[in-house]
T-cell receptor, first 114, second 118 residues
């Protein structure tokens, strides 16, 4: 079974631009979660989508948004980029939504904002 | 407030030594789940173990073992006879119901970087 894939793997943007990251979950998985990983803050939960609906949301500003398509693929969008948005963005998929699910992570997209 | 604490930011050991990674969590729920993940240099987190709050049995999987103690809110991870390939960042995570019914939170600790030297 193919793992979670994320594209692109690396991205360089400038302040004020917007960016869209993509995540394809493991086949059959319907839950996709997004995390931001930085050296200072560690792994922070952004949001989770399940069956095209946002189920959970972390404490991030409205500049961070996402969506999920009928095939479970998910996109994350960040508008008006700031220097502090530079991070590794990880996507994780699981079969169901819920507290008990282990998550399967993709390799991440490293975003650098100049 | 930090709900998952991994006080050890970095540990270095020599190959074949045993090493324990500490994890202390905080929750008011009676039902919750604890996880350990490994993040090798490639960046992809790998699931290692899940434990629910009602199961305090310790678990051993090869060279890995986990000690879950509700009395001290700890879920520690021990690697026996460490190897260079164990070098990675290890994350402890807590999953619990959120205040909105039907939703939940997945909270990671800040990770412990383990370096195993040959």
């Amino acid at each position: 079974k193919a793992g979670v894939t994320q594209t692109p793997r690396y991205l360089i943007k400038t302040r004020g631009q917007q960016v869209t990251l993509s995540c394809s979950p493991i086949s059959g998985h319907r839950s996709v979660s997004w995390y931001q990983q930085t050296p200072g803050q560690g792994l922070q939960f952004l949001f989770e989508y399940f069956s095209e609906t946002q189920r959970n949301k972390g404490n991030f500003p409205g500049r961070f948004s996402g969506r999920q398509f009928s095939n479970s693929r998910s996109e994350m969008n960040v508008s008006t980029l700031e220097l502090g948005d530079s991070a590794l963005y990880l996507c994780a998929s699981s079969f169901r939504t819920g507290t008990y699910n282990e998550q399967f992570f993709g390799p991440g997209t490293r975003l650098t904002v100049l | 407030a930090q709900k998952v604490t991994q006080a050890q930011t970095e540990i270095s050991v020599v190959e074949k030594e045993d090493v324990t990674l500490d994890c202390v969590y905080e929750t008011r729920d009676t039902t919750y789940y604890l996880f350990w993940y490994k993040q090798p240099p490639s960046g992809e987190l790998v699931f290692l173990i899940r434990r629910n709050s009602f199961d305090e049995q310790n678990e051993i999987s090869g060279r890995y073992s986990w000690n879950f103690q509700k009395s001290t809110s700890s879920f520690n991870f021990t690697i026996t006879a460490s190897q260079v390939v164990d070098s990675a960042v290890y994350f402890c995570a807590l999953s619990e119901e959120s205040w909105v019914p039907g939703t939940y939170k997945y909270i990671f600790g800040t990770g412990t970087r383990l370096k195993v030297l040959a």
